[in-house]
């Protein structure tokens, strides 16, 4: 992946307002953390940074989410940095950070993988393992057994889908939907009874159900599947 160089941008020095410091000493701080290589410390800098930011400053909350991801790729926390990288690039999807996301993402949302078939699989793996965690009083597991059977039975899954040839000549919308449509049968230990039901995704305007090829109702010009509606890795979800 390639990075900016980690000069302060000169729109960001010209925005800020003199006397206000909304996270801006932790964002100087994050900067010169990354210079002395010490992303660890670059990251809480910055996140403190990002949560002193108000929402309304969209170009400079984007700008320390990008710096946020930056760090988070040098720790090689990868689902973490993409997730920030999502967030930043819906809050400027002219700037470097939708740029940077456009070559990183594959047609999930997910981190590009070597071939589209690793692609489809880590999404699917993604899907049931967070529904099945999903379903849970607490979203996690509770022995090395039971991540092993729940692992394996999605595993078992995911042959049973590949071979049976159906993802072939799909584009990534139906794909997506067979993916989330398809039947893992997970055995009932561990889960509440709560709802299982998917969350339906609405285009109130349209009054219509969203699919994943629709443009992104949050206006970045995304399709959904990649902007709001993208699949979220276990390690956002904190299931590993
Ligand atoms: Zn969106």
Excluded at 35 to 41: E, N, W
Excluded at 68 to 93: E, N, Y
Aim: aromatic share 10%.
């Amino acid at each position: 992946m390639e990075l900016a160089s980690t000069r302060i941008p000169d729109y960001l020095i010209c925005m800020r307002k003199e006397g206000q410091d909304k996270g801006e000493a932790d964002f100087r701080d994050g900067l010169r953390f990354l210079k002395r290589h010490r992303p660890d410390l670059a990251v809480r800098s910055f996140r403190a940074s990002v949560a002193a930011c108000p929402a309304s400053c969209s170009a400079e909350l984007s700008a320390r989410l990008y710096w946020l991801t930056v760090a988070l790729f040098r720790l090689d926390q990868s689902d973490l940095a993409l997730k920030s990288l999502a967030s930043a690039q819906k809050l400027r999807p002219r700037g470097w950070a939708r740029d940077m996301y456009r070559r990183w993402i594959n047609d999930y949302g997910m981190p590009r993988r070597v071939t589209p078939e690793l692609d489809d699989f880590y999404a699917f793996y993604s899907i049931h393992i967070g529904a099945y965690l999903g379903r849970k009083e607490r979203p996690r597991f509770d022995s090395v057994n039971e991540k092993d059977a729940v692992m394996r039975i999605v595993l078992d899954s995911w042959l049973a889908l590949s071979r049976s040839g159906r993802l072939a000549c799909l584009g990534t919308g139906d794909k997506l939907r067979l993916l989330k449509d398809w039947r893992v049968p997970f055995p009932s230990f561990g889960l509440g009874a709560g709802d299982c039901s998917p969350i339906v995704q609405v285009d109130f305007r349209a009054q219509r159900k969203l699919n994943g090829d629709d443009r992104c109702n949050c206006g970045s010009g995304l399709p959904y599947r990649q902007c709001c509606g993208r699949t979220s890795s276990l390690r956002e979800l904190s299931c590993e």
